[in-house]
């Protein structure tokens, strides 16, 4: 009996006299019948008007007896399940495992996980509402929530808050201890020494601006309110700027960059922060994904509508199977390596160049190195003459 199917939208008008497998008595034309206020038509009427209702919910609603025999759903709660005979007549615990029975006493709503009827593993919250009616009648309904999304984003945000916090600890101990050896080390320090603790600071410090900055565009680039305006910039300028964040920290590893730009680059429609913004992340990455002392080539490349940036390194590269998610929030490639990030560089850098209407992209080999290219529009013909140079980062 128990996996006899039910009419699809099928619920316990208002007992659950007519539990399936006949263990609490009732029928429900007696229950019905016996409340004696409304004339069999009206009563119908008023029923198939309910059941329209309990159909139109998106929400999959189960009903069950007092001893937690399923004996009605609708539609919503089928297509959760897949099929009627998975819900029929069950025990409630078989399908929601970690429902609560009516007869127990819980503390509000329960939450689980389990897989649907596709195997897609779904985040779920129920409500059960216990009806009474009279002594040892009555009938609970469940309704089940699907929070999937909600509890996705909790991960993220718990993720968020555990990376930010880590990445903040390194930096502000390295603050710390410098400005404790300027405190009380400062008359014995020769200017080398000077030198050498302040530029660990402001090293450290710009790690900690280029982080803030990360999850200030990570959030209005996420929540859809990010602009950009973009104006005609020099590419010079952009890769100034973007040297004067990620050049110290090269240098500190003993990197050499290359910049190749052509003599006769054109300006690009860019608004300079962001633009600065994505080949900073790109640099830093060619930077700390990279050995000690590897060469990083910057490659401008422009044709006739669009001007491509490519950052190539010589680092361990990635492998094919581990590029998809790389634009996504929070992805980092599993590694031996311990370079600090939060796994925003890359995911950032794609929401600001398709604000542009440009595009990004990687290409990488195990052993090979990494080149990861973006593209901007271009402005004019008669850009800034810069020349092909080849610096040290510092610039
Ligand atoms: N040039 C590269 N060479 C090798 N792996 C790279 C390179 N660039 C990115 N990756 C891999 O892609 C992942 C995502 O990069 P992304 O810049 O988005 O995050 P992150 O560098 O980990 O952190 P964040 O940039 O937020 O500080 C990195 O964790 C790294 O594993
Ligand atoms: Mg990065």
Same mark, same amino acid.
Request: charged share 20%; proline share 6%; hydrophobic share 40%.
């Given at each position: 009996?128990?996996?006899?199917?039910?009419?699809?939208?099928?619920?316990?008008?208002?007992?659950?006299?007519?539990?399936?497998?006949?263990?609490?008595?009732?029928?429900?034309?007696?229950?019905?019948?016996?409340?004696?206020?409304?004339?069999?038509?009206?009563?119908?009427?008023?029923?198939?008007?309910?059941?329209?209702?309990?159909?139109?919910?998106?929400?999959?609603?189960?009903?069950?007896?007092?001893?937690?025999?399923?004996?009605?759903?609708?539609?919503?709660?089928?297509?959760?399940?897949?099929?009627?005979?998975?819900?029929?007549?069950?025990?409630?615990?078989?399908?929601?495992?970690?429902?609560?029975?009516?007869?127990?006493?819980?503390?509000?709503?329960?939450?689980?996980?389990?897989?649907? %009827?596709? #195997?897609?593993?779904?985040?779920?919250?129920?409500?059960?509402?216990?009806?009474?009616?009279? +002594? /040892? $009648?009555? !009938? =609970?309904?469940?309704?089940?929530?699907?929070?999937?999304?909600?509890?996705?984003?909790?991960?993220?945000?718990?993720?968020?808050?555990?990376?930010?916090?880590?990445?903040?600890?390194?930096?502000?101990?390295?603050?710390?201890?410098?400005?404790?050896?300027?405190?009380?080390?400062?008359?014995?320090?020769?200017?080398?020494?000077?030198?050498?603790?302040?530029?660990?600071?402001?090293?450290?410090?710009?790690?900690?601006?280029?982080?803030?900055?990360?999850?200030?565009?990570?959030?209005?680039?996420?929540?859809?309110?990010?602009?950009?305006?973009?104006?005609?910039?020099?590419?010079?300028?952009?890769?100034?700027?973007?040297?004067?964040?990620?050049?110290?920290?090269?240098? %500190?590893? #003993?990197?050499?960059?290359?910049?190749?730009?052509?003599?006769?680059?054109?300006?690009?429609? +860019? /608004? $300079?922060? !962001? =633009?600065?913004?994505?080949?900073?992340?790109?640099?830093?990455?060619?930077?700390?994904?990279?050995?000690?002392?590897?060469?990083?080539?910057?490659?401008?490349?422009?044709?006739?509508?669009?001007?491509?940036?490519?950052?190539?390194?010589?680092?361990?590269?990635?492998?094919?199977?581990?590029?998809?998610?790389?634009?996504?929030?929070?992805?980092?490639?599993?590694?031996?390596?311990?370079?600090?990030?939060?796994?925003?560089?890359?995911?950032?850098?794609?929401?600001?160049?398709?604000?542009?209407?440009?595009?990004?992209?990687?290409?990488?080999?195990?052993?090979?190195?990494?080149?990861?290219?973006?593209?901007?529009?271009?402005?004019?013909?008669?850009?800034?003459?810069?020349?092909?140079?080849?610096?040290?980062?510092?610039?």
């Amino acid at each position: 009996m128990p996996d006899e199917p039910a009419p699809v939208g099928w619920l316990v008008p208002r007992s659950a006299g007519a539990a399936p497998d006949g263990n609490s008595g009732q029928d429900e034309e007696q229950v019905a019948g016996g409340q004696g206020l409304l004339a069999p038509r009206a009563l119908a009427s008023q029923e198939a008007h309910r059941r329209e209702l309990l159909e139109a919910i998106r929400t999959p609603i189960v009903t069950t007896t007092l001893s937690g025999r399923i004996t009605g759903f609708n539609a919503a709660a089928i297509a959760l399940f897949g099929s009627p005979a998975r819900l029929y007549g069950r025990g409630i615990r078989d399908v929601l495992p970690f429902a609560a029975e009516p007869h127990e006493p819980t503390s509000g709503d329960v939450q689980g996980r389990l897989a649907d %009827a596709t #195997g897609r593993t779904v985040d779920l919250e129920i409500s059960r509402t216990v009806m009474h009616e009279g +002594a /040892d $009648q009555g !009938y =609970a309904v469940y309704v089940v929530h699907d929070i999937s999304r909600h509890a996705e984003v909790n991960r993220l945000r718990e993720q968020l808050l555990y990376s930010v916090a880590h990445e903040l600890r390194g930096p502000l101990m390295v603050l710390d201890n410098a400005l404790e050896i300027l405190d009380t080390e400062y008359p014995r320090l020769t200017s080398e020494e000077h030198a050498h603790v302040l530029g660990t600071a402001r090293r450290t410090a710009r790690r900690m601006r280029t982080l803030m900055e990360d999850l200030l565009s990570a959030g209005s680039i996420q929540s859809g309110h990010f602009v950009v305006a973009p104006r005609k910039t020099s590419i010079q300028a952009i890769i100034d700027d973007a040297l004067e964040i990620v050049g110290p920290a090269m240098r %500190a590893r #003993g990197q050499r960059l290359e910049i190749d730009v052509p003599a006769n680059a054109p300006r690009v429609m +860019a /608004d $300079q922060r !962001y =633009a600065r913004q994505v080949l900073t992340n790109l640099l830093a990455n060619a930077s700390k994904y990279s050995p000690e002392d590897s060469m990083i080539r910057l490659v401008v490349h422009p044709n006739s509508r669009l001007v491509r940036f490519s950052v190539e390194d010589q680092g361990p590269g990635i492998a094919p199977e581990q590029q998809a998610g790389l634009f996504e929030r929070f992805y980092r490639v599993r590694t031996d390596s311990d370079a600090p990030g939060v796994g925003l560089g890359l995911a950032i850098a794609k929401g600001i160049v398709e604000a542009h209407g440009g595009s990004i992209g990687i290409d990488s080999q195990v052993g090979n190195g990494t080149r990861v290219w973006f593209t901007l529009q271009s402005a004019t013909r008669q850009g800034r003459a810069a020349g092909h140079v080849s610096a040290d980062p510092a610039g």
